[in-house]
């Protein structure tokens, strides 16, 4: 059949259990594995650096948003450095976070200790198709600035 030797078949037979592993690494075995390798090297120079920052003023009191745009179809990304940060006022609450399928996933919560002093989330999450970043400042007073900026890079899929 033609199609079963197109790369992305090829690279899935390389997702395999623990016994598989065990088996005689034969030439056929070391060929595949070496152009996988190859494909994996193509996917990692495809590395493309990302941020999106936001800005608001705060108009509803109680809680405000920004949002990332959503992850799209065919991307990967590893957010690796988020900040929120709140001027003129301190707010009760900062997080930054992720929506992923309608939940959220919090990544960092806490109460600045002065207005203009950020909050701050590095590691490394990957986020797929639909995910996006967000922060929320809870408690702000009118008219502050909220402000935030989400790093890292995508990935072809």
Request: hydrophobic share 40%; aromatic share 8%.
């Amino acid at each position: 059949m033609p199609d079963e030797n197109t790369a992305d078949k090829i690279e899935a037979d390389f997702e395999r259990t623990n016994e598989e592993w065990k088996k005689e690494a034969t030439a056929e075995f070391r060929a595949k594995a070496r152009f996988v390798a190859d494909l994996l090297t193509i996917k990692v120079n495809n590395l493309r650096p990302w941020y999106e920052t936001g800005r608001k003023i705060v108009a509803d009191t109680t809680i405000e948003t920004l949002y990332s745009r959503r992850i799209m179809v065919g991307e990967l990304l590893v957010l690796t450095h988020a900040t929120a940060q709140n001027s003129l006022n301190t707010p009760t609450t900062m997080e930054i976070a992720i929506e992923r399928g309608g939940e959220t996933v919090s990544l960092r919560r806490d109460v600045p200790s002065a207005a203009d002093v950020s909050i701050d989330w590095d590691g490394q999450v990957i986020l797929i198709e639909g995910d996006r970043v967000m922060a929320h400042d809870r408690g702000a007073t009118a008219a502050n600035i909220f402000t935030v900026s989400f790093s890292g890079y995508k990935i072809k899929a």
